[in-house]
């Protein structure tokens, strides 16, 4: 009996399987057993003919493959070159030594990628598991990208088993290729950026409170939301964000990519984070995750690392915004489904707007409101408190005036964000400011005796919940940071309480 590895997928991570051989006497027969799938049990006739067009002579054998664990699901034709190899292997004295074998099989022979390898390789990479990989060649540009891992890239399943029966003993084995991005260094880490602005803030004329909180917002990773009327420049402001967010380390450049595959997308291996935003018809599975029977990734687990955007924030559902405070506090989503638990990182900046009213003109200098105080309080009630709770900045954006001007360029707030970060990572934080936990809390955002005052003459007026108190002390730490001030004064946490939702 021989063994290979290979892997399946659960949710968005990989799970080992050990996939077994054994070739006995009797009534000829090739089975395939342990939960495998549809995709898998037709691997049969995939192979049967590539072993054919191979100058191999099929074995009048039984044949039997086993997956194992073989009391969990397996899915994906990446199993192919793996069953293949264990057949044409079978009487010879190869020893396989842990190596992970991945690759579909075309009838000629032909080693194929299909979508889900690159987030396998990257999944079990992290886990630790994976040192060395067979793979199709054609992978080898995507995969290559993961550090510390050997790969082997076959263009057919001849080049595979040449491999392992040491007739080609001296075939190169590829490593990481370097990541060819700008990066700033810190404390011996890398963390990549882009400086192309598809969308710049030049575009924004005006605005200047939203523009600032933009920044604020990006430095810290501090959710946002953003009100006004229509055609003020809500969606504009939101879409630019993405371009000058925080630069990304190693890793969160290669899950990135991984969210790419899983989204049926082709990696780009850019170190530009995710920018995801559903409609408000959508359905709670296609933002949350899940179906039927196997829990897949929704737009929440896609925007992981990025932007979630929900624009005309109260035309959701009730259920979709209270839903989404599990995901904004524990930066988790947890899928249950009879046959499947699968669980998300979520932990995305959140950018929402929304209109004043109904109609959209409660806050225009030149329009009437066609809206009654009934509709307006219907319309808003649609948002729980527990729900605006977690939102960090709250802007109410200024009526469009013909002398508006642009004032500052994406280029020049993306370099007040690098700054700022490298001002954080110094710090020794692990997270950015938006992040911080209680314990960071206390020992990063330090106040001043002004400061102080303020903020609990503040809790006192405004009854602040202790999740609003630190908000408040978080974004005010972010804003000191803009300021290149190591402690948070009192006109930090002014700032600060002036972006409180009233």
């Known amino acids: 009996m021989k063994h290979l590895k290979c892997a399946t997928l659960e949710g968005i991570e990989a799970l080992e399987v050990d996939v077994e051989s054994t070739l006995t006497r009797g009534l000829p027969s090739f089975t395939i057993v342990g939960l495998a799938s549809n995709a898998i049990s037709e691997a049969r006739e995939r192979v049967k003919s590539a072993l054919l067009a191979n100058d191999f002579t099929f074995p009048p054998k039984r044949i039997t493959i086993n ?5 969990i699901s397996k899915s994906g034709s990446q199993f192919d070159l793996c069953i293949a190899l264990l057949i044409a292997l079978d009487s010879s004295d190869v020893e396989f030594d842990g190596w992970f074998v991945f690759g579909e099989l075309g009838l000629d022979g032909v080693v194929k990628e299909n979508s889900i390898l690159y987030p396998l390789i990257l999944s079990l990479a992290n886990q630790g598991v994976l040192l060395r990989a067979v793979v199709p060649e054609e992978s ?15 263009k057919n399943l001849s080049n595979a088993i040449e491999f392992f029966s040491q007739s080609s003993p001296d075939a190169t084995l590829q490593t990481a290729t370097p990541i060819a991005h700008p990066h700033q260094e810190v404390s011996g880490d890398r963390y990549y950026y882009e400086q192309s602005y598809y969308e710049d803030f030049r575009d924004i004329k005006g605005q200047e409170v939203a523009k600032r909180a933009a920044l604020i917002s990006a430095c810290g990773l501090h959710n946002l939301l ?19 967010l925080p630069p990304v380390s190693t890793q969160e450049l290669l899950d990135i990519a991984k969210l790419d ?17 559903p409609h408000h018809s959508g359905t709670p599975a296609s933002i949350f995750g899940g179906g039927s029977t196997k829990a897949r990734i929704g737009e929440v687990g896609l925007a992981h690392g990025g932007v979630l955007f929900f ?5 959701f559902s009730k259920s979709v915004l209270e839903a989404l405070r599990e995901p904004l506090e524990d930066k988790r989503i947890r899928i249950s489904r009879v046959n499947s638990k699968v669980e998300y990182p979520t932990d995305f900046l959140f950018i929402s707007a929304m209109n004043p009213c109904p109609c959209g003109n409660l806050l225009s200098e030149d329009l ?12 808003k009630s649609r948002l729980s408190d527990p729900f605006l709770d977690r939102i960090d900045l709250y802007v109410q954006m200024q009526s469009v005036r013909a002398d508006d001007s642009s004032s500052v360029s994406s280029k020049e707030l993306h370099e007040i964000v690098l700054r700022v970060h490298k001002t954080q990572r110094q710090r020794g934080q692990s997270a950015l400011n938006g992040a911080l936990n209680d314990e960071q809390i206390e020992r990063i955002c330090l106040l001043s005796g002004e400061a102080e005052s303020i903020l609990f003459q ?8 202790f999740r609003s108190i630190k908000k408040i002390q978080k974004v005010a730490r972010t804003i000191a940071d803009i300021d290149n001030s190591n402690g948070i004064e009192q006109k930090h946490i002014l700032e600060a309480l002036s972006y409180r939702r009233r």
């Not at 953003?226 to 000058?244: F, H, N, Q, T």
């Not at 009437?368 to 319309?379: A, N, T």
């Open 311 to 315: 624009d005309e924030l109260p035309h």
């Open 67 to 71: 997956l194992s664990p073989s009391d």
């Open 261 to 277: 595959a899983l989204d049926g997308k082709e990696p780009h291996f850019r170190p530009l984070r995710p920018f995801r935003s």
């Open 368 to 379: 009437d409101c066609r809206c009654s105080d009934l509709e307006i309080r219907r319309y």
């Open 458 to 465: 503040a809790v006192s007026r405004y009854s602040l919940s």
């Open 226 to 244: 953003l009100e006004g009327s229509p055609g003020c420049g809500k969606s504009m402001v939101a879409k630019r964000v993405r371009y000058i």
């Open 140 to 154: 080898l540009p995507k995969v290559s990208n993961i550090p510390n891992i050997q790969f082997l890239g076959v």
